[in-house]
């Protein structure tokens, strides 16, 4: 779904997989140089990336990164109040990720840092 001009998505996927009173599954997939939509996260959540990644990230108040991370990077993030950000593919070949949103209020007062298995290299 696209958003408007100053509009902040909801949408933390381009395909919703599945939905209970507890989780929400989405995928993501972006071509090279693609971005996904300027969206917002109100619950907390865990990612994987299921193919290697080169990602450039704009995160609202926190600036911008650009990282590369093998299969199956994983991170578990506690939003607090929400985080809004937007995510660039800045690799030669797709990425996809398979993201799981924990329906209820967050773990923390807070957005934390965020927990990974440590498969991710450089920051610029």
């Known amino acids: ?3 408007t001009r100053g ?9 919703l997989l599945f939905e209970n009173d507890r989780i929400r599954v989405w995928s993501m997939t972006l071509q090279p140089g693609e971005s996904c939509e300027y969206h917002r996260h109100d619950h907390d959540y865990v990612y994987c990336y299921t193919t290697p990644s080169k990602i450039h990230s704009k995160r609202a108040g926190q600036g911008e990164e650009t990282r590369e991370y093998d299969k199956h990077y994983v991170q578990y993030t506690a ?4 985080v809004e950000h937007v995510i660039t593919n ?11 949103e924990l329906k209820g209020p967050s773990e923390a007062p807070t957005p934390q840092t965020p927990q990974t298995n440590r498969r ?4 610029t």
């Open 79 to 82: 939003v607090g109040g929400g």
């Open 90 to 100: 800045v690799n030669d070949a797709p990425h996809n990720q398979i993201l799981i």
């Open 1 to 3: 779904m696209a958003t």
């Open 120 to 123: 991710a290299r450089g920051t």
């Open 7 to 15: 509009e902040v998505s909801r949408n933390v996927g381009d395909e």
